[in-house]
């Protein structure tokens, strides 16, 4: 930690001790045990859109945290993509409890939006001064007397700069912040909790896992898969023989639910007041400013997000290598609807081939995305036909072996194996937080704030997840040239068979912008 030699000894005391799981009710409710001032990890979070201000409330929740200063280039705005009607509102209202159930009513969410012909959201808040407003209402309704309030920053490095005593950063940015932040708060010593996918690149990502070793911080990514029961059942009836070998794996998104497939915008729009769009581009190359590339639907573009793959991938493909043993691909393939030039197709199937490990065969692995599935095995039961139908629900992933399959929701969530065996049945669902229930939802954020304090590191440290984030990576590079085989020689983090494709692996930002 980043305190005097006394905080460290004191945080290391409580290393063993378990982690909280989150809920949005106030802590008084929880019976949440007291933990001292210099016991918490100071903390602050960059990027305060749907998910960074999601996130925030549940570390909020967690008494080992303290959140001390939030981050935007946003001042505040209420067109932040939600998945129900005044989510967050309603969420803050939950975290702060009683008395505060019509709290903030003008930022209630202004109605909805038309993303695509197929999909709509409801508006919601976000930005850095929303933000500030929720955690000192959070801490002034818990009567905190060490609470000096939450300070707002528009650029991350005055953040970095000015909060001397922060222990850990949350980056909760669009894809291409996340290493620039990241590794800039890795060099200052501070622990990093960074949403997923962990990068825009490769290189990144490589940089990422080398800046962490380096500095002996504790990371992580929130992506629960490789701690799930899911992940563990799988796990042990492949090992048990209940498939035979594995040789394939198919996984099915229903994403993306943003705009992909078009073209630039002509238009120049005028810059919302308060938000800066220079420093939103960041070490992205310039544009003008359109309402086309944000909030949410920047995920869609070349430069600033990973597409479906990046925003799904991350989840089961952490499950998956977890299971198989996976090191990271020998090639990769893809063929997609319509290319263009700066988007991401609206629909792809990329083919992943993975070496053999050991006495475990090569696995070939195929990513289906914008309604793409694979085709239905035979001898599924009726119950599972939805798996193979169209709809925004019906995602999955299938493992093939020698000897049967396993069918499973899209992060391995009710596993089921075929030919049906009484022997490999999952347990009955059990109610979060019941005992004995395995790892709570956030465990990945409950095994991070371990690590802060001295622990055993997380499953999605950078390190571990970085053969993942190369893997789904290689499959969004492959969605820029469908019809093109790429053979990857991982060691040397290179494509070795197109120089053209090389020229993606890695990101050269804007000089006001490197780190």
Request: proline share 8%.
């Amino acid at each position: 930690m980043n305190g005097s030699d006394n905080r460290q000894v004191s945080r290391r005391a409580f290393a063993g001790a378990a982690a909280t799981a989150f809920m949005i009710v106030p802590r008084h409710v929880l019976g949440a045990p007291f933990v001292p001032p210099s016991d918490k990890i100071t903390l602050a979070t960059v990027g305060l859109g749907r998910q960074g201000v999601a996130v925030s409330m549940s570390l909020l929740a967690r008494p080992e945290i303290q959140v001390q200063a939030v981050c935007d280039v946003n001042r505040g705005s209420k067109d932040y993509m939600e998945y129900n009607d005044n989510a967050t509102l309603i969420a803050a209202r939950r975290l702060l409890g009683d008395g505060y159930e019509k709290w903030a009513e003008d930022l209630a969410s202004p109605g909805r939006v038309q993303l695509t012909h197929e999909f709509s959201s409801s508006l919601g808040v976000g930005g850095r001064e929303p933000a500030k407003r929720l955690v000192d209402a959070y801490y002034s309704a818990r009567k905190q007397t060490d609470y000096k309030g939450c300070t707002a920053y528009r650029d991350y490095r005055e953040l970095l700069s000015k909060e001397k005593d922060l222990d850990a950063v949350y980056v909760a940015t669009p894809d291409h912040w996340h290493a620039p932040i990241s590794i800039a708060a890795m060099r200052q010593h501070k622990h990093v909790l960074c949403q997923k996918p962990m990068s825009h690149s490769i290189a990144d990502a490589h940089r990422m896992a080398a800046t962490a070793r380096e500095m002996k911080v504790a990371t992580s990514l929130p992506v629960n898969n490789p701690s799930s029961e899911s992940t563990r059942l799988i796990s042990s009836w492949i090992a048990d023989g209940a498939i035979g070998a594995v040789r394939e794996v198919h996984n099915w998104s229903s994403r993306p639910y943003w705009p992909q497939g078009i073209e630039r915008p002509k238009e120049v729009q005028p810059v919302p007041d308060g938000f800066d769009w220079d420093m939103w581009l960041g070490p992205a190359p310039e544009r003008p400013y359109n309402k086309a590339y944000l909030p949410f639907v920047w995920r869609g573009w070349f430069d600033f997000g990973c597409g479906s793959f990046g925003d799904m991938g991350c989840y089961s493909f952490a499950g998956v290598f977890k299971i198989l043993d996976l090191t990271p691909p020998l090639s990769v393939e893809a063929c997609s609807s319509e290319s263009y030039d700066e988007t991401y197709p609206k629909a792809s199937i990329v083919h992943l081939n993975y070496p053999a490990r050991g006495d475990k065969p090569p696995v070939h692995m195929v990513w289906y995305d914008g309604g793409l599935r694979p085709p239905r095995p035979a001898g599924i039961s009726k119950q599972d036909d939805h798996f193979f139908q169209k709809g925004d629900a019906n995602e999955g992933i299938l493992y093939v072996g020698d000897k049967g399959i396993i069918l499973a929701g899209f992060n391995g969530d009710r596993p089921k194996v075929y030919p049906e065996n009484p022997k490999y049945q999952p347990p009955p669902p059990r109610q979060r937080g019941a005992a004995g229930g395995g790892p709570p939802r956030d465990a990945a954020i409950d095994q991070w704030i371990g690590a802060c304090k001295g622990g055993p590191a997380s499953l999605t440290n950078f390190e571990a997840q970085c053969p993942v984030s190369e893997a789904f990576l290689l499959g969004c590079l492959a969605q820029r040239f469908p019809g093109e085989s790429f053979e990857w020689d991982s060691d040397n983090v290179r494509v070795t068979n197109s120089q053209k494709a090389n020229q993606y692996l890695d990101q050269t930002p804007r000089s006001a912008y490197k780190v």
